[in-house]
């Protein structure tokens, strides 16, 4: 039995995760999660965290539009 908001995979190549239908590198999203956590600096952790989420939901939402 599927799970609720899950799709069976489709076949062919997947877009990527970050950037779908151009080129956007994933890395320097995460490299500021992994400074800030770093440089112990909460605040801006945070903040790069909420960013890269928010990153992933707006990917998330263009792939489940096809």
Known sequence: MA??????????PRPPVHGV???DDPVPSHRAVLDAV??????????????L?????RDLDTIRED
């Open 3 to 12: 799970k609720k908001g899950l799709r069976r995979p489709r076949s062919g």
């Open 21 to 23: 239908g151009r080129h």
């Open 38 to 51: 770093r440089a112990a600096a909460p605040e801006r952790a945070e903040e790069a965290m909420r960013n």
């Open 53 to 57: 989420l928010a990153k992933a939901r």
